[in-house]
């Protein structure tokens, strides 16, 4: 006879459930996208704002780092804003175990 009964088993495969929906809110793609191209637009507009005339020349007179920072940021903020709107579903909450013949070897 074994030592974990079902119960002990339908609570560990709920317990791990929860660390599996936790994990994939965690590392959800929208959120590691949007979280970089934020941060990185801020610091592409930050250098387009502070952009000297050499810069602009080289450019032939258009700010590209202000222009691309805006675009990265508004981007990410997109993405972020995606996320806030359409989270990720929840897993099957409160899995009731079904009465009947169960599948599987038969206990000994």
Do not use: C
């Not at 202000?66 to 940021?73: E, F, S």
């Not at 996320?83 to 175990?97: E, S």
């Amino acid at each position: 006879m074994s030592e974990y009964s079902e119960h002990d088993a339908q609570r560990e495969v709920t317990e791990l459930e929860g660390r599996s929906a936790t994990a994939a809110r965690l590392f959800d793609v929208r959120r590691i996208i949007g979280g970089l191209f934020s941060l990185y637009g801020v610091i592409v507009t930050l250098a387009g704002l502070t952009a000297s005339e050499a810069d602009l020349d080289k450019a032939e007179g258009v700010n590209i780092n202000l222009w691309t920072g805006l675009g990265m940021l508004a981007l990410g903020l997109f993405f972020l804003g995606w996320l806030r709107l359409r989270p990720l579903k929840q897993g099957a909450q409160g899995v009731v175990p079904r009465e009947g013949p169960q599948e599987g070897p038969p206990e000994e």
